[in-house]
C-alpha cells in the first residue's frame, strides 16, 4: 500500500469516527464501525472500505425529519377544482370528525409485510404535522367517492419504481383513476432516483411525484461519473478489483446477481431507520464471514 493510500484510509475512518462522535451520524455504533472496517481488513482491502464510506450518504433521524419538511411544508393541493391550497393549511382547519376530502396512505399493498417502512413514515408524518387519525387510511380501505378529491401515497424511497408500480397493481390504482378522474393521486417520497422517477412518469403518468432528495445516475458507486471526481490513474481498477474479491471470500451475492443492489443501482444511501435494498448489499447484509454496517 502506497504511503498515499493509506493517507487516504486515515482520512476517511477518522472523518466517520467524528460524524459518529459529534451526533451527526450518531444512529451508527462505532463498535459496529470497528467490526465492519475489520472485515475488510482481515482480507486486506482497507482501500475499498475507505472508497464506501467516503461515498456513504447516511441521512440521520433528524435529516429525515427535515426531508418530511420538504415534502409536506409547501405542498399545495386542490380541492374539487379550486385553487391551490397549501395542505397544512387544509388539515389544519378540518375538524375531528368531520369528513375530509383529502386521504393519505402508506405505500402498503395487501399482500405486504407489516415490516414495510411506509407505515413507519406516515407514523413520523402524522406526529410532525399532527395529522387527525380520520385522514389517514390504508391503501385497500380508501372510500373512494365524488367528496375524495385527492389522495396522497406516503413511502420514503424510490429505486426503480418497480415496487411502487407492484403497489399501484395490487391495489388497482390504474382503475380508480378511471373510475374517479378527477380525484389527484400523490406519490410522496423523502428520495427517488432518476431510473423510479422516469419509470413512474412512464407507467403511472396520472400520478403526481413530490420528493425531497433526487439521485442521479452518478449516485452509482462503482460508476465513472464517481471515480472521475478522484482523478487518480488505476484507482478504480483497484478499487473494483477489491470489492470483486471481497464477495468471494465474505460469501456474498456476486457480480451479475444481487452484488450491485437491487436494479444494479450501485447506492450507498441509508436512513437511520431503514436501508433500501438498492444500496450494495456489502453494507447490510450479514454472513459467517462478514458483519453488517447498516440495518436492511
Known amino acids: 500500500m502506497t504511503d498515499d493510500q493509506q493517507e487516504y484510509i486515515e482520512q476517511v475512518f477518522e472523518r466517520v469516527r467524528n460524524l459518529i462522535h459529534s451526533g451527526i451520524w450518531?444512529?451508527?455504533?462505532?463498535?459496529r464501525l470497528n467490526d465492519w472496517i475489520g472485515c475488510f481488513e482481515n482480507h486486506n482491502a482497507a482501500l475499498l472500505a475507505a472508497y464506501l464510506l467516503d461515498n456513504l450518504c447516511f441521512r440521520?433521524?433528524?435529516?429525515?425529519?427535515?426531508?418530511?419538511?420538504?415534502?409536506?411544508?409547501?405542498?399545495?393541493?386542490?380541492?374539487?377544482?379550486?385553487?391551490?391550497?397549501l395542505l397544512t393549511d387544509v388539515l389544519k382547519k378540518v375538524p375531528t370528525g368531520k369528513a375530509l376530502s383529502i386521504c393519505i396512505a402508506p405505500v402498503l399493498g395487501p399482500s405486504s409485510p407489516p415490516t414495510k417502512s411506509g407505515p413507519y413514515i406516515l407514523r413520523l408524518a402524522q406526529r410532525q404535522f399532527r395529522m387527525k387519525p380520520n385522514w389517514m387510511s390504508w391503501p385497500a380501505h380508501i372510500h373512494y367517492g365524488a367528496d375524495l378529491s385527492n389522495v396522497i401515497f406516503v413511502d420514503d424511497f424510490c429505486g426503480t419504481g418497480e415496487q411502487f408500480c407492484e403497489f399501484a397493481a395490487e391495489i388497482q390504482l390504474q382503475e380508480r383513476h378511471e373510475q374517479f378522474p378527477n380525484i389527484q393521486f400523490w406519490y410522496y417520497v423523502a428520495t427517488i432516483h432518476d431510473k423510479g422517477l422516469k419509470t413512474l412518469t412512464e407507467k403511472l403518468p396520472f400520478v403526481s411525484i413530490r420528493y425531497a432528495e433526487h439521485l442521479t445516475a452518478s449516485s452509482a458507486v462503482f460508476s465513472d461519473e464517481c471515480f472521475n471526481r478522484y482523478q487518480i490513474p488505476g484507482f478504480q481498477q483497484l478499487v473494483c478489483s477489491?470489492?470483486?474479491r471481497i464477495l468471494q471470500a465474505a460469501q456474498l451475492p456476486t457480480r451479475g446477481t444481487f452484488a450491485d443492489g437491487f436494479g444494479k443501482l450501485s447506492?450507498?444511501?441509508?436512513y437511520a431507520h431503514a436501508t433500501p435494498?438498492?444500496?450494495l448489499p456489502i453494507f447490510w447484509m450479514d454472513t459467517v464471514n462478514w458483519t453488517s454496517l447498516l440495518d436492511r
Open 277 to 279: 435494498n438498492n444500496t
Open 60 to 85: 440521520s433521524r433528524d435529516q429525515f425529519t427535515s426531508m418530511l419538511d420538504v415534502l409536506f411544508s409547501d405542498a399545495r393541493v386542490s380541492l374539487n377544482g379550486s385553487g391551490l391550497t
Open 242 to 244: 477489491e470489492y470483486d
Open 26 to 31: 450518531g444512529e451508527i455504533r462505532l463498535q
Open 267 to 270: 447506492l450507498a444511501y441509508a
